[in-house]
């Protein structure tokens, strides 16, 4: 069984802050697929970003960056110097590699609020 | 090109009631699925039609949801009865086939409010 945990249900921070959202995965498979996905108040939810579990490498697109360490299962986000525009909230999600394409297991979700 | 659509965006109705909740995928998508976010919890999965067929229902709650993707194209998730614990945001997605390292693309969801 997959378990995907976001320990941080909300989070508030004052423009220009960084911010870290946490996310820690449980999985038996050596195969799987993290993805991180934002949600924000349209509703709709945005893919952000996907690494498979073979590749370690943090990744940094813009402000936002990612940090997959497989020794402690965690997939962490940061935005730095957040915007009133990263307001959402934000879905941490794995896939393991068997499965069809596209089920996933979701975390509970971050809501993340970023003040003027 | 358009994205995954879903109709309607919001519906309340009461309990007992029938609702039929319509996913339009991406043109071309063969993978389409439904996730349920319960208030608050996690986005859990309902199911995964490739084409029209269902290949995975295993997160159907029970047999008062009733999917269907006839021809293959859009879909549809019919609720009857409707419980009050039915109530939450049900979204969709889809996916082209035979591309495993590919993320799925959702809709807005529709958030049913069951009174």
């Known amino acids: 069984a997959q378990k995907v945990t976001q320990a941080q249900t909300e989070i508030s921070v004052v423009e220009k802050e960084d911010v870290t959202l946490d996310c820690v995965y449980e999985?038996?498979?050596?195969?799987?697929?993290l993805f991180w996905y934002k949600q924000p108040p349209s509703g709709e939810l945005v893919f952000l970003i996907r690494r498979n579990s073979f590749d370690e490498q943090n990744e940094i697109s813009g402000r936002y960056s990612w940090n997959f360490q497989k020794s402690t299962s965690s997939f962490n986000f940061t935005i730095t110097a957040s915007q009133v525009v990263d307001s959402a909230v934000y879905f941490c999600?794995?896939?393991?590699?068997?499965?069809?394409?596209?089920?996933?297991?979701f975390g509970q979700g971050t809501i993340l609020t970023v003040h003027p | 090109e358009a994205g995954v659509t879903q109709f309607p965006s919001h519906s309340v109705i009461e309990k007992g009631q029938t609702v039929t909740l319509r996913c339009d995928p991406i043109s071309g998508h063969d993978n389409l699925y439904w996730y349920r976010r319960v208030m608050g919890k996690e986005i859990k999965f309902l199911l995964h039609f490739v084409k029209e067929s269902k290949q995975d229902e295993s997160g159907m709650p029970n047999n008062r949801f009733l999917a269907e993707r006839t021809g293959g194209t859009y879909s549809t998730l019919k609720v009857q009865p409707a419980e009050l614990e039915d109530s939450g945001v049900y979204f969709c997605?889809?996916?082209?086939?035979?591309?495993?390292?590919?993320?799925?693309?959702f809709g807005q969801g529709t958030r049913l409010t069951v009174v």
């Open positions: 997605a889809s996916s082209p086939l035979g591309n495993r390292n590919t993320e799925a693309f």
């Open positions: 999600a794995l896939r393991n590699g068997g499965t069809s394409y596209g089920k996933l297991t």
């Open positions: 999985t038996r498979d050596t195969t799987y697929y």
